[in-house]
């Protein structure tokens, strides 16, 4: 019953129906520089399966847009028991390749937990691409790269840490009807050397 609960609340916000085009952060390692609009809950769930532990991680990710520039966000996965709240602040605009920056704070009430990353993102045509520079007890720093074809997003990142190792991580984001986003990412974590992979499936949605 317990497993069954934590699907329901991470699935059940996904029947929203949503308006206007989604902007989601998942599945993604990497913060962009955007906010969403001003009035707009965005629901971001999703599930990784661990090929090493054999073990399923659900997440949720609640952002609400406090104004065109702020949102306030909310996150809370299965793996472990904290519970992190965030806000966003949209700096600026990017235009063309030149960054649009802005800046993410979270913090744990639970394990006192603190994290502050500058975002940085531009594009040209259907290239893409983010800029992470961070911190949360540690320095860590994430790059990405993309590519959009129409409703498709093709993305592969990068991320280093000068305590816990490195990440790779990619996948594919689809827009469908209704500006419901779905998502497939892959990629591994790598500690010591050795590597532990990962599979995932998500969705995001919102509403107003």
Not at 111 to 131: A, E, M, N, P, W
């Amino acid at each position: 019953m317990k497993t069954i609960g934590s699907i329901l609340v991470f699935v059940l916000p996904l029947f929203a129906i949503a308006q206007e085009t989604i902007d989601v952060q998942r599945p993604t390692l990497t913060e962009s520089n955007t906010t969403i609009q001003k009035k707009f809950i965005q629901f971001e769930s999703g599930f990784n399966y661990s090929l090493d532990s054999e073990k399923v991680d659900f997440s949720s990710f609640a952002r609400f847009g406090v104004t065109n520039n702020i949102e306030v966000r909310v996150f809370k996965s299965t793996s472990d028991k904290s519970f992190q709240c965030s806000g966003k602040v949209m700096i600026r605009e990017s235009k063309d390749l030149f960054p649009g920056i802005a800046l993410t704070m979270s913090y744990d009430p639970i394990f006192f937990f603190q994290d502050y990353r500058l975002c940085f993102t531009g594009s040209k045509g259907s290239f893409f691409y983010t800029i992470n520079a961070a911190h949360n007890g540690a320095w860590y720093g994430i790059g990405l790269v993309g590519i959009s074809l129409s409703d498709f997003n093709l993305f592969g990142e990068y991320q280093i840490n000068e305590f816990t190792g490195h990440q790779v991580n990619g996948g594919v984001t689809y827009i469908i009807k209704n500006e419901v986003q779905l998502d497939v990412n892959g990629g591994a974590s790598i500690e010591n050397g050795t590597a532990f992979p990962y599979l995932g499936l998500g969705a995001a949605f919102r509403v107003k």
